[in-house]
C-alpha cells in the first residue's frame, strides 16, 4: 500500500509541473523539480558514501552538484529572454554551456584543491568518491535540462523520459511475473539477481506500445490545443522513429537502473534513502530516467539540427 501511494504522489507531482511548464509555456518550472532530484540525489549519494568523504568534501559537491543545474536553467533563460528582445539581425550567443562548464571544473578544482590544503584529511581515495557524488546525478540531470530547454520537441522528450520508463517497468514486471519461471536466465545475476532476460524483453515491449500511444495521444491533445502542436505528428511515418527511440529509451532505462543497482552492491546498501516509502530514495526512483534522458536528448537534437 505505501508504494501504490508513494507512486501516486510521485506522478501527481510530475504531472504538476509538467501543467505548469506548457501552461506557461516556461521551462524553469520543470527546471525546479529537476533541481530538486539533484539536491536531494546528491545528498542521498554522500549519505551512502558515508565516512568515505568528509564533511568538507560532502559541502562542496552539495554546492556544486546544484550550482551546475541552476547555472544552465537561468543562463539559458537569461539568453532566450535576450535573443526575444533583440532587434531583427543582432545575433544573441548563447554562453550557457559554457557558464556551466566552468562552475563544474569550479567544483572539480576545489575538491582537487583539498589535496594541498587539507593534505592530513583528504585522500586520493576520498577524492574519488567525492567526484562520483560530484558527477551522478547532477550531470546527468544536466542532460535532462537540456531536454527540457530545447527549442522543439521538449515536452515530447520530457514525456518520453518520464512516461516510457513506468510503461517498460510494468511490461518487464508482467512477463517476469507471468514467464519468469519458464524463462528464468538472469540478465546481471551479479548485480540485480531479480532481473531475467525475458522482463527486459516485456520492457522493450512496454517501450515500443508506450511511444505508439504517446505519439497518437500527444497528436490528439495537440489537436485541442492542449499541447503544442508539431509537424512531427502530421507524417504517419515519424511514428517509426517514435517506436524505434521508445525501444532505445527504454534500452538505456535499463542500463542506468543495473548501474545504480551495481553501486549500491559496491556500498552494499539495499537503498539509496528511505524518502519514498515503498520505493526507497529519489535516485531509486529516477535512476533509469538519468539514462534515458541521453538517448532521447541526442536522437531529439539530432532531429532539430538535420530536419528542424
Known amino acids: 500500500m505505501k508504494r501504490l501511494i508513494t507512486g501516486t504522489v510521485y506522478v501527481l507531482v510530475l504531472i504538476a509541473f509538467f501543467a505548469l511548464r506548457v501552461y506557461f509555456d516556461e521551462p524553469l518550472f520543470f527546471d ?39 547555472c544552465y536553467c537561468v543562463s539559458d533563460s537569461v539568453y532566450k529572454y535576450l535573443q526575444a ?26 575538491l582537487f584543491s583539498l589535496l594541498v590544503f587539507r593534505h592530513e584529511k583528504t585522500s586520493l581515495q576520498s577524492t574519488g568518491y567525492a567526484l562520483l557524488a560530484n558527477v551522478f546525478p547532477s550531470v546527468f540531470l544536466l542532460v535532462l535540462c537540456g531536454v527540457n530547454h530545447m527549442p ?31 524463462f528464468p536466465m538472469k540478465m546481471a545475476p551479479s548485480v540485480s539477481p531479480n532481473k531475467t532476460v525475458i522482463g527486459s524483453i516485456g520492457g522493450f515491449f512496454g517501450g515500443a506500445l508506450g511511444a505508439v500511444a ?10 485541442l490545443g492542449v499541447l503544442p502542436q508539431w509537424s512531427l505528428f502530421s507524417n504517419p ?43 526507497g530514495g529519489v535516485l531509486d526512483r529516477i535512476d533509469s530516467v538519468l539514462y534515458a534522458s541521453l538517448i532521447v536528448c541526442f536522437v531529439l537534437v539530432l532531429r532539430i539540427m538535420i530536419v528542424g
Not at 89 to 106: D, E
Not at 214 to 223: D, K, Q
Not at 238 to 267: H, M, P, Q, Y
Request: charged share 15%.
Open 152 to 182: 522543439a520537441y521538449s515536452e515530447i522528450g520530457i514525456l518520453f523520459v518520464f512516461v516510457l520508463c513506468p510503461f517498460s517497468d510494468c511490461f518487464a514486471y508482467l512477463f517476469g511475473r507471468l514467464l519468469g519461471k519458464k
Open 32 to 70: 525546479l523539480l529537476i533541481l530538486l532530484f539533484g539536491i536531494v540525489g546528491t545528498f542521498e549519494m554522500c549519505r551512502a558514501l558515508g565516512d568515505r568523504i568528509d564533511g568538507v568534501q560532502r559541502a562542496i559537491v552539495q554546492i556544486f552538484a546544484a550550482g551546475i543545474i541552476v
Open 214 to 223: 504517446l505519439f497518437y495521444v500527444y497528436a490528439w491533445l495537440s489537436e
Open 85 to 110: 528582445r533583440a532587434e531583427a539581425g543582432t545575433a544573441i550567443v548563447n554562453y550557457s554551456p559554457n557558464l556551466t562548464f566552468a562552475v563544474f571544473m569550479a567544483g572539480l578544482a576545489i
Open 237 to 279: 511515418l515519424n511514428l517509426i522513429l517514435f517506436v524505434g527511440l521508445g525501444i532505445f529509451t527504454v534500452a538505456f532505462a535499463e542500463a542506468g537502473d543495473l548501474v545504480e543497482s551495481a553501486v549500491k552492491r559496491k556500498l552494499e546498501i539495499k537503498d539509496m534513502g528511505k524518502i519514498l516509502p515503498g520505493h
